[in-house]
């Protein structure tokens, strides 16, 4: 009886040549280039998932109500807005504040907080309010160009009886 060879299977051919060609095509400094920007994205990642709370604070006022209110006024802070957030106090929320009046469109994509936005003209009156249910990609938008918008606690304007048309007052919109 002869023995027959066993041939090998092809992959195990051409296998060690595919993974010596990348370091080849790559270098040294590019596999480690790709590691680097990999950790960068896992990083920024991370972040993108935690909430926003050391944002600047200003006071603000909504007839004899105080809010007090973290100001995002940069695309990054906007961007990120009350996402992730778990819990807020009763009388916190966040001021958007963009650069010029436009049209202003909200959603709660990543939003934990049922939420209500105040879409808020230059001079601190109510344009429009809107309740915002979490997690959703409904958009929400101002009845005419604003500057600003408030979030708060769904409901926290209308138990108070506060209504578009009404002025909030703050530094933001000039002391009133």
């Excluded at 680097?36 to 004899?64: C, F, I």
Aim: charged share 15%; glycine share 6%; with cysteine.
């Amino acid at each position: 009886m002869s023995a027959t060879p066993i041939s090998r299977p092809r992959w195990r051919h051409t296998f060690p040549e595919r993974i010596s060609a990348v370091p080849r095509r790559w270098g040294r400094h590019g596999v480690a280039a790709a590691l680097a920007v990999l950790a960068v994205w896992s990083h920024v990642g991370a972040m993108a998932q935690q909430a926003q709370t050391q944002l600047p604070r200003t006071q603000l006022r909504a007839g004899m109500h105080l809010i007090q209110a973290q100001v995002a006024s940069t695309p990054q802070q906007r961007s990120v807005g009350l996402m992730w957030r778990r819990e807020m106090p009763q009388n916190e929320g966040m001021l958007f504040v963009f650069e010029r009046p436009a049209q202003q469109c909200f959603w709660m994509q990543n939003t934990l907080l049922p939420l209500t936005a105040a879409f808020v003209a230059d001079d601190g009156t109510i344009v429009n309010l809107a309740d915002m249910k979490p997690l959703t990609t409904d958009s929400h938008c101002s009845a005419k160009p604003v500057r600003y918008v408030l979030e708060m606690h769904q409901g926290w304007f209308a138990q108070r009886g506060i209504q578009a048309g009404q002025r909030l007052a703050g530094d933001a919109f000039g002391a009133r």
